[in-house]
T-cell receptor, first 109, second 115 residues
Framework: GQQLNQSPQSMFIQEGEDVSMNCTSS?????WLWYKQEPGEGPVLLIA?????ELTSNGRLTAQFGITRKDSFLNISASIPSDVGIYFC?????????FGKGTSLLVTP | KAGVTQTPRYLIKTRGQQVTLSCSPI?????VSWYQQTPGQGLQFLFE???????NKGNFPGRFSGRQFSNSRSEMNVSTLELGDSALYLC??????????????FGEGSRLTVL
């Protein structure tokens, strides 16, 4: 079956630092989605990537769709306390989204 | 427009009981997916319904079942509850492939505790 690896599993950083996380898969996908889940809420879509090599920004967030179509990266610049949450990279296979365990981010003021 | 609504938000059951959770999708969305979230396993896919048909199913035992009604509202049922079924159950709606891009809109979840 499809293997999805997201790293790191957790990050504990200070406000103002930049953050990087990535995902790799054993399969090729045509779409990569990045979601964020805040405590007590359901996940919310941050960025969607539809083309290999695509680089997309959403405010302080930048995500890239790997050229091999097997990986994706998310960067957060100048982190703030409200960036706290779990970040999921999600390859889209059409019918179901495999969320995995995500990256848990904690930001201290 | 109204988001995805899940009821109940919290519930407590005992082992052996059964539970039914409800999800009302965003108006116009025909696909409803269910996910189980636990600290140890993360967010795991249960099943997805589109136009009242189950299109895809995750790797869960037959105790977990669902259905979708003609108005796209969905229910999931867990029978013979076990302690390990304690989790946050999330429902998500979308336009559904091939209509949409696969973006999911989640509800706030139903937190089930099994004693």
């Amino acid at each position: 079956g499809q293997q999805l690896n997201q790293s790191p599993q957790s990050m504990f950083i200070q406000e103002g630092e930049d953050v990087s996380m990535n995902c790799t898969s054993s399969s090729i996908f045509n779409t990569w989605l990045w979601y964020k889940q805040e405590p007590g809420e359901g996940p919310v879509l941050l960025i969607a990537l539809y083309k290999a090599g695509e680089l997309t920004s959403n405010g302080r967030l930048t995500a890239q769709f790997g050229i091999t179509r097997k990986d994706s990266f998310l960067n957060i610049s100048a982190s703030i306390p409200s960036d706290v949450g779990i970040y999921f990279c999600v390859p889209n296979s059409g019918y179901a989204l495999n969320f995995g365990k995500g990256t848990s981010l904690l930001v201290t003021p | 427009k109204a988001g995805v609504t899940q009821t109940p938000r919290y519930l407590i059951k005992t082992r052996g009981q059964q539970v039914t959770l409800s999800c009302s999708p965003i108006s116009g969305h025909r696909s409803v997916s269910w996910y189980q979230q636990t600290p140890g396993q993360g967010l795991q896919f249960l099943f997805e319904y589109f136009s009242e048909t189950q299109r895809n199913k995750g790797n869960f035992p037959g105790r977990f079942s669902g259905r979708q009604f003609s108005n796209s509202r969905s229910e999931m049922n867990v029978s013979t509850l076990e302690l390990g079924d304690s989790a946050l159950y999330l429902c998500a709606s979308s336009l559904g492939w091939p209509s949409g891009t696969g973006e999911l809109f989640f509800g706030e979840g139903s937190r089930l505790t099994v004693l």
